[in-house]
């Protein structure tokens, strides 16, 4: 099923549509971000302007010239476009911000709502516990605490902890009681229901939804016997269900720009679909025939994978060659791209602003518009037709969804295109056979199982590609992020793509190329500036969690806590040249300090792990102790008073004094409070220890035993301080590792005053990056790494 013009075919891409799409989903996107008032506003006065350029293109206003009727339609395309969605994105936005919903979620009131799951429960790795779950969900009925009823169709975010929320499927019914508080914006999401108690069930969810998860239910059963890489990757590869993906693959995946593939999109239906085809063809089956059964599969792949928004997204973008198969007319693919474009906003003003739908559009039309002459260049070069496909499709890809990758990861991948180009041979056949496993699951276990293991085997290719490419030195480039490093990026690929359609500009752009990558190269191998010599200690900057570095040797140093996701732990410790962890230090078992474990062992030798006695919470410590089963690493207990050397690192176990209980968090106020020495400094480590765990260890302290010159400030610099704990540690150094825009106000601004009042320096990582504190002669000096652009707060 190919949508590409014959070879040397001059025919000018078909972009009638393209203005009106464009100008919809910009309008959409934008209007997401204002008031309904202000875009009805807008859509008006695009309505004046749109008719009157329509009146002079007919001649009422006077006869146009020949450029002005040539341009004059492209602009009226843009004005509907602008009209179409702005009057659709207000028409939701006034429905979001209905005044009942609205006054309910400023006064965060406790609730009863009656809803419907629209998209499958995901956990999400949080600071306030590890389980939590995101259950996308539309309100039906909503009651207040004093018997008021509220009947509307709004969007709904649930925050839930109870386990019983993670079997419900999409379009289960349930009713939940939780308190409702404001959305953070930029969607329909009209507020946010918090809530610790399970669902109750209403009835049954469609038979389709009930078939999905029969069929996913058995792809997960098929894939269990499998080694954990390849059988968590292969759902995710086929029904995007990466429940099973551990997380050293998934942050691989990421740096090395095959993430896309963890996700249903557009190219899975488009396998699926030409499989069918081939099946088809092979048959001797006539065009119609052949489109019907391909009608049929798209159909069937839906409710496999669960009719899902995202998963509509996909199958119309999966479709659009379908259609152009079907008219006979590969060019109408582009105009059908447009025309799904503008339906789907329309239709749902939210996908503006979804990255996958971005990525989804970005992808399909570079396929269709770069893709066909990218590889009709390469075959009159001589390269053979398989080949240069091979090469144009992932090229072009990228190429196409560069901008968005970089506006959200704030860096350009140097190997997604081979990494994606040595990618493709394996992604068909691991789809295929996954589709096949899942749909002989309910009816064949055992056939299932083994069709699974032979998909198990291109998944492997594709983690070994990963892995291998996570790991190239200088495998990414740090760039702006948000919506300027979009458009700079965006900016210099049309300026290239243009450019190099002249000989003599190709030949100067890879002459350029390969000397910029031959000079800066060495250069960031060997003369990275990082870490600074003399340092003691370093401060990662991996979010909203604690990561805290202390060296012992050459590639060797002692970790204190993981942050609250595996990459940038992992990210931190290859900056500073680790490859190997005598010791990894564990304060307690909440997420923002352990979520992140998995980025400590990767590629690294960890000899040994050291808990708290304490091992709540469960879910934590159940992640830490996998972990290092897996690494095989020592586990070890301690208390207050124990003495662990490593090397020139000396570490003091100075808390909890016992096991402290009924406080405000229990886990927090049980952390391991450590005073590490490293080359006659002495840095003070109390994990999250609040107020009470302060005053137990400030009162059976020894004389100057809590004296320090470096604070880790505690739990992120919450206001839960103990005054004469702090003025007996008296630092000159407080390093606060915080992440950029929490909603949990930290750091608190009268703690920083304070000990800025006492005489300390105080940094922070979501606003300063990694800060390594380094021992200058007789005093200490902090140097401060940066945040990449578009990552401040």
């Not at 990525?359 to 075959?379: C, E, F, H, I, M």
């Not at 040797?553 to 990210?571: H, K």
């Not at 608190?748 to 922070?764: D, E, S």
Request: aromatic share 4%.
């Amino acid at each position: 099923m190919s949508a590409h013009p014959v070879v040397g075919d001059p025919t000018p891409p078909d972009l009638r549509l393209a203005g009106l799409a464009v100008a919809a989903w910009l309008t959409a996107l934008v209007g997401l971000h204002v008031d309904a008032h202000l875009l009805l506003l807008v859509a008006g006065t695009a309505t004046l302007l749109t008719a009157l350029t329509s009146l002079h293109l007919l001649g009422r206003l006077g006869r146009p010239r020949a450029v002005a009727r040539r341009y004059g339609w492209i602009v009226v395309a843009v004005g509907l476009g602008v009209v179409c969605g702005a009057a659709a994105t207000a028409a939701r936005l006034a429905v979001r911000d209905s005044p009942p919903i609205r006054a309910l979620a400023e006064a965060r009131t406790p609730v009863t709502a009656d809803l419907v799951v629209r998209d499958d429960p995901r956990q999400i790795r949080s600071a306030g516990g590890p389980g939590m779950l995101l259950v996308p969900a539309q309100l039906v009925k909503l009651t207040g605490p004093d018997g008021e009823r509220v009947q509307t169709s709004v969007r709904l975010l649930i925050l839930a902890t109870d386990p019983a929320w993670r079997g419900l499927l999409p379009g289960q019914r349930v009713t939940s009681e939780g308190r409702l508080g404001v959305p953070r914006g930029g969607d329909l999401t009209a507020a946010v229901l918090s809530t610790t108690g399970p669902p109750e069930r209403q009835g049954t969810p469609s038979w389709a939804q009930r078939a999905a998860g029969t069929l996913r239910a058995g792809l997960q059963r098929a894939c269990a016997p499998l080694p954990d890489d390849p059988g968590g990757l292969l759902p995710g590869l086929v029904v995007g269900d990466t429940s099973r993906l551990p997380p050293a693959v998934e942050e691989d995946f990421r740096a090395t720009g095959m993430t896309h593939l963890n996700a249903v999109s557009g190219s899975n239906v488009a396998i699926v679909l030409g499989a069918v085809l081939l099946l088809a063809r092979w048959a001797r089956a006539g065009p119609w025939l052949a489109v019907g059964l391909c009608g049929l599969a798209l159909a069937g792949f839906v409710i496999l994978v669960r009719p899902s928004p995202s998963v509509v997204r996909a199958a119309t973008m999966g479709a659009i060659g379908l259609a152009a198969l079907a008219a006979g007319r590969p060019r109408a693919a582009l105009p059908a791209l447009a025309a799904a474009i503008a339906v789907l906003v329309l239709v749902d003003p939210e996908l503006a602003g979804d990255a996958g739908f971005a990525l989804s559009v970005l992808a399909t039309g570079g396929l269709l518009l770069l893709a066909p002459r990218w590889r009709d260049a390469l075959r009159r070069r001589g390269v053979p037709g398989g080949l240069a496909e091979a090469l144009a499709v992932p090229a072009a890809a990228q190429v196409a969804c560069g901008p968005v990758v970089a506006a959200i990861s704030s860096t350009v991948s140097l190997v997604a295109v081979p990494a994606n180009l040595l990618a493709v041979p394996a992604i068909a056949p691991a789809t295929v056979l996954g589709v096949t496993a899942a749909v002989l699951s309910p009816v064949w276990p055992a056939g299932a199982e083994f069709v699974a293991w032979l998909a198990s085997w291109p998944a492997w290719w594709l983690v070994l590609i990963a892995h291998h490419g996570a790991r190239l030195p200088a495998g990414t480039l740090p760039w702006p992020g948000g919506a300027t490093g979009a458009l700079l990026l965006a900016g210099l690929t049309v300026a290239l793509l243009v450019a190099v359609r002249r000989p003599l500009v190709r030949r100067l752009v890879a002459v350029v190329a390969v000397a910029a990558l031959v000079g800066a190269l060495p250069v960031r191998l060997m003369a990275s500036g990082w870490p600074p010599p003399g340092w003691v200690v370093v401060a990662c900057a991996v979010g909203q969690g604690d990561a805290l570095v202390l060296p012992v040797a050459a590639g060797r140093a002692v970790v204190v806590d993981a942050g609250p996701e595996p990459g940038p732990v992992d990210a931190c410790l290859r900056r500073l040249g680790v490859r190997e962890v005598p010791l990894l230090v564990v304060s307690h078992f909440h997420a923002d300090h352990v979520g992140g474990v998995a980025g400590v062992f990767r590629g690294r030798r960890v000899a040994a792990v050291l808990t708290p006695a304490s091992t709540d919470p469960e879910g934590g410590r159940d992640a830490v102790r996998s972990a290092a089963a897996g690494g095989r690493a020592a586990l070890l207990s301690t208390t207050a008073g124990a003495r662990h050397p490593v090397g020139g690192v000396d570490l003091l176990v100075l808390g909890p004094p016992y096991s402290l209980t009924g406080t405000r968090s229990d886990p927090n106020n049980n952390s391991l409070m450590l005073r590490a020495t490293v080359a006659g400094v002495r840095i003070l480590l109390p994990g999250d220890a609040e107020t009470e765990e302060q005053h137990a260890v400030l009162t059976r302290a020894l004389p100057g035993q809590l004296r320090a010159d470096v604070l880790k400030v505690a739990h992120h610099g919450s206001a839960y301080q103990d005054g004469s704990f702090l003025d007996a540690v008296r630092p000159a150094v407080a390093l606060v590792p915080v992440g950029a825009g929490n909603t949990y106000g930290h750091p608190n601004p009268g703690l920083l005053a304070r000990l800025g009042r006492g005489g300390a320096r105080v940094l922070r990582t979501d606003t300063d990056g990694d800060l390594a504190v380094v021992r200058a002669g007789d005093g200490l000096a902090v140097v401060r790494r940066g945040v990449p652009p578009g990552r401040q707060p």
